[in-house]
Nanobody, 125 residues
Framework: VQLQASGGGLVQAGGSLRLSCAAS????????MGWFRQAPRKEREFVAA????????YYADSVKGRFTISRDNAKNTVYLQMNSLKPEDTAVYYC???????????????????WGQGTLVTVSS
């Protein structure tokens, strides 16, 4: 599967953005989807994940209550709605996909075989 992330940009603190990740192929619904981010000089970190049916979601504590992950399997797209953005949310955001579901690993980058190119989110104070 090929992934294309979009929707990043510059926003003031307290603002909102919605990221999208479009996937190629006919089997999108069989993939677990995740969002990760990487700030300058920091390791890539987990943001959110959603299972194939969209019935279960997972969030990093730092974004819980502010970000919402969702998916539209008919459109082969996963979304990340980001509200109440903070300067510390500034990073390149990546979407990721994998066919397997290992809930103990879902927050780790190594769980995912496929990655998009990233989209930059900058939150000004």
């Amino acid at each position: 599967v090929q992934l294309q992330a979009s929707g990043g940009g510059l926003v003031q603190a307290g603002g909102s953005l919605r990221l999208s990740c479009a996937a190629s192929g006919r089997t999108f619904s069989s993939y677990v989807m995740g969002w990760f981010r990487q700030a300058p000089r920091k390791e890539r970190e987990f943001v959110a994940a959603i299972i194939r049916s969209g019935g279960s979601t997972y969030y990093a504590d730092s974004v819980k209550g502010r970000f919402t992950i969702s998916r539209d399997n008919a459109k082969n797209t996963v979304y990340l709605q980001m509200n109440s953005l903070k300067p510390e949310d500034t990073a390149v955001y990546y979407c990721a996909a994998d066919r397997s579901l290992i809930t103990s690993m879902i927050r780790r980058p190594t769980h995912y075989d496929y990655w998009g190119q990233g989209t930059l989110v900058t939150v000004s104070s």
